[in-house]
C-alpha cells in the first residue's frame, strides 16, 4: 500500500484534489466524513458530546454541528475539548479503514487537522494544498455562506501554513486556476504510481 496523508487549510482545494486523484485510481478516506460518523446519532461519541456540551446542542439525538461550531470555534478552550474527543475516535476509525485495503491501493487520507491532531500513521507521503488567507476567506464567504469573520476564525484556528509545511513533503499551490491545481497534481500522482510500483517489487 502507498499511503498519502493530505492535508491543507479550510477551503485550499484538498477536496478537488482528493477527487481528481480518485479518478485516477485511488482510494479516499475523509477524515471529515470520519468525524462526523463518531458524533452520529445514538454513538458513543455523541454521548461524550452530549456529556461535555450539553443536550441544548444535540436535535432529536442528532447533533447541530453549526451551533456547536459557533461555540467552539470562537472559544479555543472549548475548541481543544472537543477534540479531545473527536481526534481519538477519527484516528481509530481511520487506522480500522487503512487496514482493510488490499496491499497494492493508493490510499489517500485526507485530514484537514493533520498537525493539529499530530496523526502519526506510516504515511508514504504527506502532501498540503495551500492557498493565501485571503483568498481562502473569500472563497469561505462565496461557498459557504460564512461571514468574513467567521471565515477568519476557522482559517485562524487552524495550524499555520508554514506548520503544515514542515510537516509535508510536497506543497501543492491552489492560488492558480483549477485546471493548473489540477495538472499540479496529477504529476504528482503520476510519481506515487512510480513509488508504489518500486515499494510492491
Not at 25 to 54: H, M, N, S, Y
Not at 92 to 99: F, M, S, T, V, Y
Not at 131 to 136: C, Q
Request: charged content about 25%; cysteine-free; overall charge negative.
Amino acid at each position: 500500500m502507498f499511503l498519502i496523508g493530505l492535508t491543507g487549510g479550510i477551503a485550499a482545494g484538498k477536496s478537488a484534489v482528493a477527487e481528481h486523484w480518485v479518478k485516477l485510481g485511488a482510494i479516499e478516506i475523509d477524515a471529515d466524513v470520519l468525524a462526523r460518523e463518531v458524533v452520529a446519532k445514538e454513538t458513543p461519541g455523541a454521548k461524550q458530546v452530549e456529556e461535555a456540551f450539553g443536550s441544548d446542542f444535540f436535535v432529536n439525538g442528532e447533533l447541530d454541528r453549526k451551533k456547536l461550531g459557533q461555540l467552539v470555534f470562537a472559544n479555543p478552550e472549548k475548541l481543544n475539548q472537543l477534540e479531545a474527543i473527536v481526534h481519538p475516535l477519527v484516528k481509530q476509525r481511520a487506522r480500522e479503514l487503512i487496514a482493510a485495503v488490499q496491499d497494492t491501493a493508493i490510499v489517500i487520507y485526507t485530514v484537514p487537522l493533520l498537525v493539529e491532531a499530530q496523526v502519526e500513521l506510516p504515511f508514504d507521503a504527506v502532501v498540503t494544498i495551500e492557498a493565501p488567507e485571503d483568498e481562502r476567506v473569500k472563497r469561505l464567504v462565496k461557498n459557504r455562506g460564512m461571514t468574513e469573520a467567521e471565515a477568519v476564525s476557522r482559517i485562524r484556528a487552524q495550524a499555520t501554513p508554514l506548520e503544515r509545511a514542515t510537516r509535508a513533503d510536497h506543497i501543492l499551490s491552489s492560488n492558480q486556476s483549477l485546471a493548473l491545481l489540477l495538472h499540479d497534481a496529477e504529476v504528482l500522482f503520476h510519481k506515487f504510481v512510480l513509488a508504489n510500483e518500486a515499494k510492491s517489487e
